[in-house]
């Protein structure tokens, strides 16, 4: 059983930061990739961004430049700092890991708003 357990949501000013952690737990599992989604009201999930194992990043156009995600592989922990945050910017966001086995575990999510 594998847990994801994510912290640092909340309420902030447009133009402020924040930061995001997912710390994964459990046995039986070997992280490869992970990574953050969001959800904002009325839309479908999306990406934001992706930590692999080997050391490769992926941003998404929107977060591009204003975010930095990062993996302590030692502690399965993945971290998304974010600046410079926008109104649209307000979602649900999700951690994501992927093991190598290609198993895919979701967190429960945490709501990051940003007012203007």
């Known amino acids: 059983q594998v847990q994801l357990a994510e912290s640092g949501g909340g309420l902030v000013q447009a133009g402020g930061s924040l930061r995001l952690s997912c710390a994964a737990s459990?046995?039986?599992?070997?992280?490869?990739?992970m990574g953050w989604y969001r959800q904002a009201p009325g839309k479908s999930r999306e990406l934001v961004a992706r930590s692999f194992r080997g050391g490769q990043i992926l941003y998404v156009e929107p977060v591009k430049g204003r975010s930095a995600i990062s993996m302590n592989n030692a502690k399965n922990t993945v971290y998304l700092q974010m600046n410079s945050l926008k109104a649209e910017d307000t979602a649900v966001y999700y951690c994501?890991?992927?093991?190598?086995?290609?198993?895919?575990?979701w967190g429960q999510g945490i709501q990051v708003t940003v007012s203007s």
């Open positions: 459990g046995s039986g599992f070997r992280v490869d990739i």
């Open positions: 994501n890991i992927e093991d190598v086995n290609g198993r895919q575990y």
